[in-house]
């Protein structure tokens, strides 16, 4: 089992997060539903693909976040990959309790039952394969089941606490 260094110093803690501040982030918004159809979802950055074969991503899910114990019973996740026209939606996802959050933006729900936006650049459906916990995360990984694209680019972008937008040049 991995040791950890003892609890960092509140100068480290202010400093590494100013200097992921600096990192740009695509976003997207994680969700899932129950057996009884109740959503849930939180807005991310931390989301990356893992491999191709087989097709998987990783994400890290905040332990105490509204998503993460309907997500590890229900065992399926959704991600909607955002496009720059769905800033508003991810304010308003952010801002609103967990239980108003689906009262934004256009949704559409997967054979599988879970939501995504309808409006996303690519929207995914995983299964999940492991969930470890980390400090106050889970790191979870997925299996990709299902997988949309958007013939758009038009990115939202997450940079210095701000949403902006990023295309492909070309």
Known sequence: MATYPAAAGEELVQDFRGA?????????????????????????????SLSMEPPSLLLAVNAGASLCGPLMA????????LAREDAETCRAFVAAPAASRFDAGTWVTHESGIPLLGTALARIVCTLDKAEPFASHMVIRGIVEYAAVHPSSDALVFLDGRYGGMSADG
């Not at 990192?23 to 990356?48: E, F, K, N, P």
């Not at 229900?74 to 990959?81: L, M, P, T, Y």
């Open 20 to 48: 992921m501040r600096r990192l740009a982030s695509g976003v997207a918004l994680v969700t899932t539903a129950d057996a009884a159809g109740g959503r849930y979802g939180i807005a991310m950055t931390a989301v990356m």
């Open 74 to 81: 229900r065992g399926r996740f959704g991600v909607s990959i």
